[in-house]
């Protein structure tokens, strides 16, 4: 294959591109500079320096490429190599592993970013809960964005300026504003740390879903967490495989395999049985990236150390090598460790403001160190919760709130009379258990081996899991990224035009186009089509050698050495002769 392999200059590997980087906070995307040798851990360590990011472990960078399917840039090849063909050439910046344990992070950054993603699923139905989960946690969001409620900052409606839940209405805002009004004196911080705790004892923490089908053709999603893999239909979790129960992981074209220890009878626990369980994906791309995510979030859950990962294969055939992986990276249990010997000062970092009406309070940098005790409580008296905040500064609390730059309308005493007494008819109706928090989903027995079926939510509610699997989040809106492809066109213009000594401006060369790399992207042969043609040419040389052989009356030693190598063939060569000679004498 290295005769039509083109000889790489040192030209061509000094030569520079650019990638576009964009962030959990959509704050103003950065542009990365990486050669064709760079691999893809020096630019998401490039992008973690730029954000003050130490534990980036649970990091990644994530593209779409031409056939609308989403890829995590692996870190051990070539960048060059990973986005070439990808227009625009743009990385999401996302969380790729959701820790176990959120509150285990050392850093208040690292958790904020953390809270940032799991905003985002929220947003976008992957964090799918009751209504009362996801009201409190966007009264959580609310507090972390504008602080405690103030009737003269926080105007009617305000809830509805925010953009929290799928298919947010109005009812939602109600009860999120008397939420709002309950979890009063929190900072940022608190606030964000209480966001984190709850989302992680929600089923569908961390969940990334892949849309399949099972064995009955019925559409399903397929979630792959830190506990194993979840499959979930209409509103339930269906099943639930955990990675000790999951001994294999594999991908055979359109469908993925899960080879699962189950126990043969309930009486006799000790008997296991093996059972592989296959899933229809999409498309062949789209099953091959559910078995990497989920090979590699068993070995970054699962693995006490990373020294000798195996290198995994699955999806080969006669006509295809198949797909290979090995993990690369630390563990969650490294990782944990690495972040107890994190000895610097809590770095200071600038919250973004989701809305520029309401500006964030005086004390939105107080770091939580001692976060993980904060406690939930209930208050009889006025049904909601109370949280008690432990070692918050009384000055943090009592700090003078700035003057908010929202324009305040002008309402009727009798409209807003109105509104306060609807809102208090609708809390008095609901009693106070309609703002109690649920700590767990509720659970529902079916004839299962494995954990028993539940339901995302309430019970009597009809809300589906239809979480957002689209790439639109992770694409270029403005389009000012350029692909590679664009790139490398822009350098060779450049470099023509500087080998001609031409001036950008003469009209006279300015109307002479360079189609240079056009005709060698027409004239390229990719290495699969080399690989085709010699398999083709073999067969058909063997083919036309062994009728040579077989047919011909030739007497030579070699050719009586190859006809006693192909006796077999003898039957086959007699059922032709006699099919010729019938063929003949017909005509």
């Known amino acids: 294959m290295t005769l039509f392999r083109k000889s790489k200059s040192k030209g061509d590997l ?112 992957r964090l799918l809960c009751s209504p009362q989960d996801a009201n409190l946690l966007a009264a959580y969001i609310i507090q972390s964005e504008v602080g405690d409620y103030d009737p003269e900052d926080h105007q009617a409606g305000y809830v509805s300026e925010f953009k929290m839940l799928p298919n947010q209405n109005v009812q939602q805002e109600e009860q999120i504003h008397e939420l709002h009004k309950t979890i009063a004196g929190q900072v940022p911080a608190e606030a964000e740390a209480n966001f984190l705790k709850k989302a992680a004892s929600l089923d569908t923490y961390g969940v990334d879903p892949h849309k399949v089908k099972d064995q009955k053709n019925n559409q399903m999603y397929l979630g792959v967490t830190h506990q194993g893999i979840m499959t979930f239909h209409g509103s339930r979790r269906t099943q639930i495989y955990k990675w000790s129960q999951i001994k294999k992981l594999a991908f055979e074209g359109k469908t993925f395999i899960a ?24 498309s ?92 939930i409580t209930e208050d009889k008296n006025t049904g909601g919760f109370r949280e008690n905040a432990v070692d918050v500064p009384i000055e943090a609390r009592t700090a003078e709130r700035p003057q908010s730059s929202r324009p305040v309308t002008q309402e009727t005493p009798v409209m807003e009379e109105t509104m306060v007494q609807q809102r208090a008819d609708r809390v008095q109706a609901a009693g106070p258990d309609s703002m ?45 990224a350029k692909s590679l492809e664009e790139q490398v066109m822009d350098l060779e213009k450049e470099i023509e035009q500087t080998h001609n000594h031409v001036q950008p401006d003469t009209p006279s060369r300015e109307t002479k186009p360079t189609t240079r790399p056009v005709v060698q992207a027409k004239g390229s042969c990719s290495c699969g089509k080399i690989f085709a043609y010699t398999f083709f040419s073999l067969f058909f040389t063997l083919t036309v050698s062994a009728c040579v052989v077989m047919f011909s009356d030739i007497d030579h030693p070699l050719m009586n050495e190859a006809r006693s ?18 063929i003949v004498n017909r005509l």
């Open 436 to 480: 109690k928090m649920n700590g767990g989903i509720p659970t529902i027995s079916v004839s299962s081996p494995l954990d028993s079926e539940t339901r995302v939510g309430e019970a009597d509610t009809t809300q589906l899991y239809e979480p957002n699997v689209t790439v639109e989040e992770d694409e270029d809106d403005e389009g000012v």
């Open 284 to 375: 062949v791309a789209a099953c091959k990236y559910l078995w990497r995510c989920a090979v590699e979030q068993q070995f970054f859950f699962t693995l006490q150390n990373s020294f000798h990962t195996p290198k995994i294969r699955s999806g080969g055939s006669l006509f295809s090598r198949g797909s290979k992986f090995r993990f690369s990276g630390r563990c969650q249990n490294e990782a944990y460790m690495a972040s107890e010997d994190i000895k610097r000062k809590e770095p200071d970092f600038q919250r973004t403001c989701s809305l520029p009406n309401f500006s964030r309070k005086s004390d939105a940098k107080i770091h939580m160190r001692n976060s993980a005790n904060l406690s």
């Open 259 to 282: 080879h699962v220890n189950v126990n043969e009878d309930a009486d006799t626990s000790h008997k296991k049985k093996h059972q592989p369980i296959g899933y229809k994906c999409l």
């Open 565 to 582: 190598h192909l006796a077999f063939l003898e039957p086959t060569r007699d059922f032709i002769r006699h099919k010729y000679e019938e």
């Open 14 to 125: 000094q030569q520079e591109f650019q990638t576009t980087v964009r962030f959990l906070d959509d704050s103003e995307p950065i542009q990365v500079p990486f050669t064709k040798e760079t691999v893809g851990q020096y630019v998401l360590d490039k992008v973690c320096e730029t954000l003050n990011l130490v534990e980036k472990d649970y990091f990644g960078l994530r593209y779409v490429d031409t056939e609308k399917q989403r890829h995590w840039l692996d870190p051990t090849k070539t960048v060059y190599k990973q986005l070439k063909g990808v227009s625009p050439c743009v990385l999401c910046f996302r969380v790729k592993f959701y820790p176990a344990e959120p509150m285990k992070l050392h850093e208040e950054i690292t958790r904020y970013y953390l809270f940032l993603q799991l905003r985002r699923d929220l947003h976008h139905g």
